[in-house]
Each structure stands twice: as structure tokens, then as C-alpha cells.
């Protein structure tokens, strides 16, 4: 049975980095069938993607426009999970944060974090 | 990156009858290998979003057969037959065909 277990500070102060980690069980971060993924809610952007990090052969990323100069999705292979680092973080980027399992033959997001709610405020 | 549209963006309800959502695309998702990279998402209050259907028409593990996905290109349908108390929630498109990921707005399904 795969999950997803999401940890992190609910509280950034702004211009902060916001950090999450997603702890993986029943499959590895490093499979070459998944993709691991990042993707935020609010009332004011809705579901909103913003990046993944996949294994084949080597390490890839991929980030949204809107974020891609603040974010950084790294594997860690030794304790098997992924983390999202966003820099520079503003009261915008108070959110629901999901990570979730990307099925690159399908596309489908088949598995999900339970979601950390993160405030931006000082 | 692709739009995604919906509508309604708000569905009223009765348990027992039919009901449904129109996702719009902005490109088409249909895909060189013939497949429609769409998905339907429901997010319950309070849970994680949770997949109903991908590839515009076929139903994820453990789907009730009640919910079905139908169109092509740009244009898609979710259905639900007859609906149940447990099928309120946030309804929501999702399109995989390119690398950004791009929800629609959401569908707010309610009694």
C-alpha cells in the first residue's frame, strides 16, 4: 500500500523559505515508473501545480513558470522522500500543500499527501 | 501553459438524480497515441483531491460504476448516474498532456 506522509511548519515568516518534506512507503523515490509531485491550494488560485522530480537514469525537474525562479524539489534517496524548498515566500503562498504520485504512462495523480496547510504571516 | 474551464463552477443537487460537468481545454489533449490526457478529481471536505477517471473515459480502481467520463479534443463530461449522499465535494478537470500541469477551477457539487 503506497502513502504519502507530509511533514513541516505550518507558520513561515515571509520572505522565509517554506520547506516540506513527503515521506514515501511502498514504492521508492528513485522508481523510473513515478514522478513526484508538488501541487498547492487556495481559495484564490484553486489547485495550482507546481513541479515534480522523477528518476530515469538520472535526476529531472520540472517547476511551473510561476514559481520557478523560488523553488527546488530535491529526492532523498536515503531516507525515501522528496522536499519543496520555496524562497522568498509572501502572504501568496499561504496554501494547502499536497505532494503526490504522478503515473507518467497516464499522467494521473494516483496517490496523495494527506496536505499541510501553510500560512505565510509574520 | 493549457486553460482549463468548467462549468457549472457551482451544481446543486438531488440525491437520486442525474448530474453533470463540462471541463473545456484550451488545446486539445488528445495525444498522438490516441489517448485524451484528462482526468476527474473529487475532493471530499476536508480529504486529499481522489482520482475518478483518467484518459477522459476510464473509471480509477474502486470508481462506482455511477460516475463516467465522456469526450475528446477539447471538450469533456463527467456524469454521475444517480447521486449519492457520499458524492458532494469539489469536482475538478486536470489535464496531463503537457508538462505543466493545469487544473480547471473546480465544480462545487452540494445538496
Known amino acids: 500500500q503506497i502513502q504519502l506522509q507530509q511533514s513541516g511548519p505550518g507558520l513561515v515568516k515571509p520572505s522565509q523559505t517554506l520547506s516540506l518534506a513527503c515521506a514515501i512507503s511502498g514504492d521508492s523515490v528513485s522508481t523510473d515508473t513515478a514522478a513526484w509531485n508538488w501541487i498547492r491550494q487556495s481559495p484564490s488560485r484553486g489547485l495550482e501545480w507546481l513541479g515534480r522530480t522523477y528518476y530515469r537514469s538520472k535526476w529531472y525537474n520540472d517547476y511551473a513558470l510561476s514559481v520557478k525562479s523560488r523553488l527546488t524539489i530535491r529526492a532523498d534517496t536515503s531516507n525515501n522522500h522528496v522536499s519543496l524548498h520555496l524562497n522568498s515566500v509572501t502572504p501568496e503562498d499561504t496554501a494547502i500543500y499536497y505532494c503526490a504520485r504522478g503515473n507518467p504512462g497516464s499522467g494521473v495523480l494516483d496517490y496523495w499527501g494527506q496536505g499541510t496547510l501553510v500560512t505565510v504571516s509574520s | 501553459d493549457i486553460v482549463m474551464t468548467q462549468s457549472p463552477l457551482s451544481l446543486p443537487v438531488t440525491p437520486g438524480e442525474p448530474a453533470s460537468i463540462s471541463c473545456r481545454s484550451s488545446q486539445s489533449l488528445l495525444h498522438s497515441n490516441g489517448f485524451n490526457y484528462l482526468d476527474w478529481y473529487l475532493q471530499k471536505p476536508g480529504q486529499s483531491p481522489q482520482l475518478l477517471i483518467y484518459?477522459?473515459?476510464n473509471r480509477a480502481s474502486g470508481v462506482p460504476d455511477r460516475f463516467s467520463g465522456s469526450g475528446s479534443g477539447t471538450d469533456f463530461t463527467l456524469r454521475i448516474s444517480r447521486v449519492e449522499a457520499e458524492d458532494v465535494g469539489l469536482y475538478y478537470c486536470m489535464q496531463t498532456l503537457q508538462t505543466r500541469i493545469t487544473f480547471g477551477p473546480g465544480t462545487r457539487v452540494d445538496f
Open positions: 484518459f477522459g473515459s
